[in-house]
T-cell receptor
């Protein structure tokens, strides 16, 4: 299982764009990059997933360079409700049945 | 709506008692479910893989006799913390692997978690 490295914490003011970068130097060819969000005392929630280049959905964008050794989660115009821990995971495309390893995650604190 | 239902959300028990936590897959059948434990200000740690109709697979360092897992049906897995002690106090979370949907693969749907406090 590929190991991931993220900043432990980040602060941002409301309304700003936040970029959280994850390093995964040992990513394998079949690995996908998935980001989850976790609020206190709740289970993680899927945010976005990508394999290469750029992926965008209604809540975030994911940028993946050509070498795929890192990825950046971009949250546009954050609000106080975006305060949470964000986890970057790398796992194979195997229909969901592969166990995954959570790294430390990035605790994002949005400031009014 | 919720894909995974986890119950109870919070348990407070005396030392030495056993506690059962249920994890139900609401939207689809799941031959595999995962159980995690999370201590305060720490990341999720995978405890075991629950397999329908067969024995669970435990991660290194997790006592299988302490944390009993039963996956008797395709929609229900249970985790029983036997003879709980204060050091077992933690946040327990289950997850159900999601079916591939379009370009999205290999994601997990998590339960809301169970906060266990052992006095």
């Amino acid at each position: 299982l590929a190991k991931t490295t993220q900043p432990i914490s980040m602060d941002s003011y409301e309304g700003q764009e936040v970029n959280i970068t994850c390093s995964h130097n040992n990513i394998a060819t079949n690995d996908y990059i998935t980001w989850y969000q976790q609020f206190p005392s709740q289970g993680p929630r899927f945010i976005i997933q990508g394999y290469k280049t750029k992926v965008t959905n209604e809540v975030a964008s994911l940028f993946i360079p050509a070498d795929r050794k890192s990825s950046t989660l971009s949250l546009p115009r954050v609000s106080l409700s975006d305060t949470a821990v964000y986890y970057c995971l790398v796992a194979m495309n195997s229909g969901g049945y592969q166990k995954v390893t959570f790294g430390t995650g990035t605790k994002l604190q949005v400031i009014p | 709506g919720a894909v995974v239902s986890q119950h109870p959300s919070r348990v407070i028990c005396k030392s030495g008692t056993s506690v059962k936590i249920e994890c139900r897959s609401l939207d689809f059948q799941a031959t595999t479910m995962f159980w995690y434990r999370q201590f305060p200000k720490q990341s999720l740690m995978l405890m075991a893989t629950s397999n329908e109709g067969s024995k669970a697979t435990y991660e290194q360092g997790v006592e299988k006799d302490k944390f009993l897992i039963n996956h008797a049906s395709l929609t229900l897995s249970t985790l029983t913390v036997t003879s709980a002690h204060p050091e077992d106090s933690s946040f327990y979370i289950c997850s159900v692997p999601g079916l591939p949907r379009g370009l999205v693969k290999n994601i997990q749907y998590f339960g809301a978690g169970t906060r266990l406090s052992v006095l």
